[in-house]
């Protein structure tokens, strides 16, 4: 192969990466936004140590793993307005006990009760409830979705040479450049803390308490299993040993710098995944941008970052919606596992609350197994 063709291989993989870095940024930019902007989180502290977070569990991981913000417990964070404090603490007291689970094997064990049945019922539910979400999100800025749309489609079915997350990519940045104002440039000051036993407490009963399940169904055991769908051999790294030993060192960092609660989230690895990510490199692109958001634009990462088209952030949320919600079809030969899936799903979604969802699966598939078992004696 000669230079020209060798370049441009590798600006085609580079692009790719770029597309595939991108991924999730409609799950991560809005709670980041609503933390910011509503709970009154340092911005620097907040990317800065998802940025970090970005770039250690691609390095250990050998794929790129999603970064979010903890979904339940940034929801009622959000909704009441509590102090970042609080949330703090939350993040710190979800850390330990994340790391406990793992080191006594406890993660382990757990994850064997949950059946594939379940699994993917967490899986085809979350996917609903991204669709639904990305509704929000566009409804307000519905030309730029349509126009994001069709520019997602053309790239998937006609443009095949052309990661499909770049053209968005193009067209995001040149609308934020218009609507973004650079007020003041440089990182805001990190204040790091310790919180005191009171705000821990408060913050296990409020936050940690309603986020445990769902941090454990959908962020380590449905997350282990995605990746083993997605990526195969190149996934052995996770485990349902190592992914909260993952989160929980990154919450305990975060929560005393002055970052916002983390998780890996299977629907994240997806949507990597899909838009382009082979491997850990689009993990290090995100980590940079992130990092220099915080560092860069600290003082200005309200109006950077809210500047991104809403419009664009639903296509690339019901988009990921839509693909999680595909893993279902490898259990369709099987009317029991639907049954028990679908249940999960159309519980979690309806009652807004994955948590409900899988642990009524849970009981339904070992009460019929129990049942199954009793007719044979």
Known sequence: MNDS???SGSLRTFLWDVSGAFGDIGVLFPLAVALIAKNHFNPTALFLMAGIFYAASAWYFRITMPVQPLKAMAAI????????EVINAAGIVM????????VTGLSAWLGKIFPVSVIRGIQLGLGAMLVRTSFGLMSPDIVVAILAAALLLVSMTVLKEIPPLIPLLVLGTVLSIKGATFAVFGPVALTPAVPDLNTLWTGFII????????????????TSETGRLLYGEKAGRLNL????????????ASGIVG???MCHGCGGL?????????????????AIVLILIALMFGHSALSVVSAFP??????????????????MKDILDDRKAVFVAMTVAVMGFWTNNLTIGFLLGLVIHYSLMAMKNTIRV
């Open 259 to 261: 970052g916002a609660p």
């Open 77 to 84: 964070a959000i909704a009441t307005g509590m102090g970042y």
């Open 207 to 222: 936050l940690v308490l309603p986020q445990i399940a769902l941090t454990f169904g959908n962020a380590v055991v449905a």
């Open 310 to 327: 809403s419009g664009i952030l639903g296509i690339l949320l019901c988009y990921v919606g839509i693909q999680h919600s595909l893993f």
């Open 270 to 286: 997806t949507a990597h995944c899909k838009f382009g990510a082979s491997s850990e490199r689009s993990g290090y692109i995100m």
């Open 95 to 102: 850390g330990i006990f994340l790391i406990f689970i793992a």
């Open 5 to 7: 063709g060798k370049t």
């Open 241 to 252: 040993q190592s992914i909260p030993i993952s989160m929980g060192i990154a919450n305990i």
